[in-house]
């Protein structure tokens, strides 16, 4: 059966403090976000039951997202999980704080993660090489479902997967994500006779065993948005 889904949203970065940085391009975490990720960290240690197991990590190649990897799951990676950077799981937006980091840049920066399967267009969004990473409806549904595609067919029992709010938001869950926060899914039933049927989940509520939704509340659990699917 499809893995259960723990999705991330990375802990405060530069840009989410003051709109003045938004022409910083791929913010590092704050200081308040690194101290974000260590609380989620201990959520998360707390939270998943043994028998629960993050056998895959996956990421987003964006500084703030690859920064809260190695700190709110260091627990995870020292017992030698993979680490997968993917592209599709990029923020929206072509805006600066939005636009990510070379690969080689990165593979200097964090030699702990290997980036030599990042897509090589990375982090172009603009040119006719980076339109599948464009900020247009099509494109954009189009990376969300072949992530999600590529995940439904993994054999691990738990993947937890560390990306961006508005991605997430429009493309993925239809729930809001605070700063280091998380949700849990699981992959809805397919129906194989229906050709082209999107790939969707249902989130797991709070009071089950795998835990819960990070530092949101109830109330803002239940709060739902339209997909763009």
Not at 138 to 154: H, K, N
Request: hydrophobic share 40%; glycine share 4%.
């Amino acid at each position: 059966m499809p893995p259960t889904l723990i999705l991330i949203r990375h802990a405060q970065a530069l840009h989410n403090v003051d709109k003045a940085y938004h022409s910083l391009r791929d913010p590092v975490l704050t200081d308040l976000g690194r101290l974000q990720a260590v609380e989620l960290r201990e959520h998360l240690k707390a939270a998943l039951p043994p028998d629960r197991r993050i056998e895959l990590i996956v990421i987003s190649p964006m500084r703030r997202a690859i920064e809260t990897c190695l700190i709110a799951l260091d627990w995870v990676i020292n017992e030698g999980v993979p680490v997968v950077p993917d592209a599709r799981w990029q923020e929206l937006h072509p805006n600066p704080c939005d636009t990510g980091t070379p690969r080689e840049q990165l593979a200097a920066d964090y030699p702990q993660i290997d980036f030599s399967l990042l897509d090589p267009v990375y982090p172009d969004k603009i040119s006719p090489a980076g339109a599948r990473y464009r900020c247009e409806k099509g494109a954009v549904l189009a990376r969300a479902q072949s992530a999600l595609a590529d995940l439904y067919w993994r054999t691990e029992d738990v993947v937890a997967v560390v990306s961006h709010s508005g991605f997430m938001r429009t493309a993925v869950t239809g729930r809001r994500f605070a700063n280091a926060d998380y949700r849990v899914f699981d992959f809805e039933e397919r129906d194989w006779n229906q050709e082209g049927e999107p790939y969707r989940m249902s989130d797991i509520e709070q009071d089950t065993d795998i835990g819960g939704s990070g530092i949101l509340t109830r109330q803002s659990l239940r709060e739902q948005i339209e997909l763009i699917i």
